[in-house]
């Protein structure tokens, strides 16, 4: 199938080519070359040689894929999803995109940018090898620095990845741990995607509901209120949801949530620096102070 994809495109491009050509460009026989030609043709392509010294093998001129097969639309559609495979793993379906455009005679919608990898541009291999290793069902091998700042050595079985609150996971099941994990890819460190592959397990409904960040859990759920600066406000539209905001007369926002209670949501309330207050509750005004200080002692 991808020979005759492939024959298709070379003829749109090059509008007329000899069979030992085809021949030489995929590594077969002249014979299959026009198996190929005549498989072509009894679907419906119009394709047909010439004879002679200009002779040759060359579609009808302006062809175009039969829109009964796909629509104008569905042809748009298709570009639009491969060019997003596209910026996935940037570069590993130019050629495809490419051959597409020319089939359908549509121009590169170009309708998306995705950079998975940091301002540092170190990352964007990562996603690839996590990808790669997930639809191949192959093992992968990483160093994991867990939430109390511990190392460990992993091997997973890969099942998809998970954007979550800003955040990229890796979903696996862990043999270390032997059950379901959620990894945050950036502390994943030297990722490997071994030869090893691996049936894919039967994931049970309640256990993925637990699944968690590694070895966390959202049983111990922190609700709490803060007073956050009207200087802060972009900050307050990228961290919370709407319905958890409210604008205050004095142009101040007061948020009310309820996250899982961890180091994260501490360094969130913190990263607001003076111009957050916790109104709500008092344990946790306590914990900011206590960090605070410190905080203060770190620098004296």
């Given amino acids: ?25 995929f590594s077969v026989s002249v014979r299959t070359v026009y198996r190929d030609v005549e498989e072509l043709s009894m679907a419906g392509i119009p394709i047909y040689t010439k004879q002679g010294k200009n002779g040759g093998i060359a579609l009808v001129d302006k062809f175009v894929i039969d829109k009964s097969i796909v629509s104008e639309e569905e042809q748009i559609q298709i570009l639009a999803a491969l060019q997003s495979m596209q910026e996935v793993e940037k570069g590993s379906n130019d050629s495809v995109l490419s051959k597409l455009c020319g089939l359908f005679k549509i121009e590169n919608p ?26 191949n069902k192959q093992v992968l091998k990483f160093d994991y620095y867990g939430r109390d700042g511990q190392l460990t050595n992993r091997e997973v079985e890969p099942i998809q990845l998970w954007f979550k609150g800003y955040t990229w996971f890796l979903k696996a099941y862990c043999r270390k741990k032997q059950q379901m994990r959620t990894f945050k890819l950036m502390r994943m460190q030297r990722v490997q995607c071994l030869n090893e592959t691996f049936k894919k397990r039967e994931i049970n409904l309640l256990e993925q509901k637990e699944i968690v960040q590694e070895q966390g859990s959202y049983r111990n759920l922190l609700a709490f209120s803060m007073k956050i600066d009207e200087c802060m406000g972009f900050k307050v539209l990228d961290y919370f ?12 926002f007061t948020v009310s949530v309820c996250y899982p209670e961890d180091e994260w949501v501490y360094g969130m309330i913190l990263s607001f620096g003076n111009h957050a207050t916790i109104t709500y509750p008092d344990s946790l005004k306590e914990e900011i102070v206590r960090r605070l200080r410190n905080n203060l002692e770190n620098y004296n």
């Fill in 1 to 25: 199938m991808n020979r005759l994809f492939e024959t298709m495109y070379l003829l749109l491009e090059k509008k007329s080519i000899t069979a030992r050509e085809l021949s030489e460009h």
């Fill in 110 to 135: 170009n309708w998306i940018a995705i950079d998975f990898s940091d301002w540092s541009n170190t990352r964007q291999d990562l996603f690839v090898t996590v990808k790669r290793s997930i639809i």
């Fill in 241 to 252: 949801e709407e319905h958890e905001i409210t604008r205050n007369n004095d142009g101040s």
